[in-house]
Structure formats: C-alpha cells, structure tokens
C-alpha cells in the first residue's frame, strides 16, 4: 500500500535511504552520506513523501520523494527490491503529476535503465557540485 509519510515513520525511512544511498553509490564516500544524514533527517518531515508499507507485514519497504515535477528521490530497501516496489512508487508519482524530472549519477546505470524503461529521457547533464559525480536529468511526460 502507498500512503503519505507519517513522523512515526521517520527512522525507517532514513535506514533505508542511508542504506540504500551506500549501496547505489559506492563511488561515493560512506561519510559523505553521514555528513548529509542529520540535514535530510530534518528536512524529510517537511517534504512531500509516500511510503510503500507491507500489506502484511507493516514494514516500510520504499519511499518517494516529491517537490513540485522533481523526484527528489526514490528508495527501496535492498532486500525488498525487484519487487516493482519502486515501479509503483513512480507510477503512484505519475498518476498525482503531470510530468517529473530527476537527477541521478551516471555511474548509476541500474537507476538510469529503470527510468528508460519508465518512459524517462535524459534531458541534459551535469555535475553534482558536493560530489563532484556526472549526473543526467531525465524527465517524464504525460
């Protein structure tokens, strides 16, 4: 089931984006995700978010970020990916907006297929000024 974010799952949520952030991008810093850690903690409350929580289990499984057309992120937890978790977190995005835009790494390049298949293009290119790391913008359309 895909619902708002609630503060109760606030510690869940940072789990599996650290987690996550480690594992997708081992061309960056295990520090680096620390050091950003107690920002996107505070900030994450604020923002728009939707977990998908277990039917069964109750467990948080994944999560999207949203602000405005821009996915600010979107995570699922490693043991629960390849389960078109992620794929119904987009399409849930899809269906609340008109068109979305997001950044990823271009190292990145199981994020990047996904959103090929996703119906995304890469718009454009740059470089992410607090890793140093390429990055590709690619949006989506209705």
């Known amino acids: 089931m895909i619902r708002r974010f609630e ?8 789990q599996i984006w650290y987690e996550t952030n480690v594992k997708a991008h081992s061309f960056i810093s295990k520090e680096y995700w620390l050091s950003q850690y107690g920002i996107v903690k505070l900030l994450l409350p604020q923002a728009e978010v939707y ?3 277990d039917d069964i289990t109750k467990q948080i499984n994944g999560f999207i970020g ?3 057309h821009l996915i600010e992120g ?10 078109g ?3 119904q977190l987009l399409d849930y995005a899809k269906s609340i907006r008109q068109s979305l835009s997001l950044a990823v790494y271009q190292k990145n ?3 990047i297929l996904f959103y090929k298949r996703e119906q995304f293009e890469i718009e454009s290119e740059r470089i992410d000024e607090n890793t140093n790391e390429n990055e590709f913008i690619m949006t989506w359309r209705k």
Do not use: C, P, W
Request: zero cysteines; charged letters at 25%; proline letters at 0%.
């Open 74 to 83: 979107l995570f699922v937890k490693e043991t629960a990916q390849s389960h």
């Open 7 to 14: 503060n109760n799952d606030l510690h869940n949520v940072m």
């Open 51 to 53: 977990v998908y929580e």
């Open 109 to 111: 390049v199981r994020a």
């Open 66 to 68: 949203l602000s405005d």
């Open 85 to 87: 978790i992620g794929k």
